[in-house]
Nanobody
Framework: QVRLVESGGGLVQAGDSLRLSCAAS????????MGWFRQAPGKEREFVAAISRSGGSTSYVDSVKGRFTISRDNAKNLVYLQMNNLKPEDTAVYYC????????????????????????WGQGTQVTVSS
């Protein structure tokens, strides 16, 4: 089981940027598709972004397209979420997630957007955007 630790959250103003990091340990990250989710108080966990194990394919929820970028560095076992032009509605706890993918040529570009797809989760990092 891969272990995930998020960092980089904080309190910012609308229009600011943050970069979240997710450090993975215990397994080779290149065999995992990765995702970022968020959960605001009183709301369900929401898909934000996903990236295939190769990094060649990505997906985003419509509300963050053009503002957020997911990326990964398999050599460093790190996944990032660059968040630009933050809005108050981005306020939430952000979670990193991992799904093991059998390493084949076909699976290198698979990504996943449902919480139920993922078996490993970090503890979350709080992002608060003030207006």
């Amino acid at each position: 089981q891969v272990r995930l630790v998020e960092s980089g959250g904080g309190l910012v103003q609308a229009g600011d940027s943050l970069r979240l990091s997710c450090a993975a340990s215990g397994r080779t990250l290149s065999t995992y598709a990765m995702g970022w989710f968020r959960q605001a108080p009183g709301k369900e966990r929401e898909f934000v972004a996903a990236i295939s194990r190769s990094g060649g394919s990505t997906s985003y929820v419509d509300s963050v397209k053009g503002r957020f970028t997911i990326s990964r560095d398999n050599a460093k076992n790190l996944v990032y979420l660059q968040m630009n032009n933050l809005k108050p509605e981005d306020t939430a706890v952000y979670y990193c997630s991992a799904k093991y993918v059998v390493p084949t040529d076909y699976s290198r570009n698979y990504y996943y957007s449902r919480p139920s797809d993922y078996s490993s989760w970090g503890q979350g990092t709080q992002v608060t955007v003030s207006s």
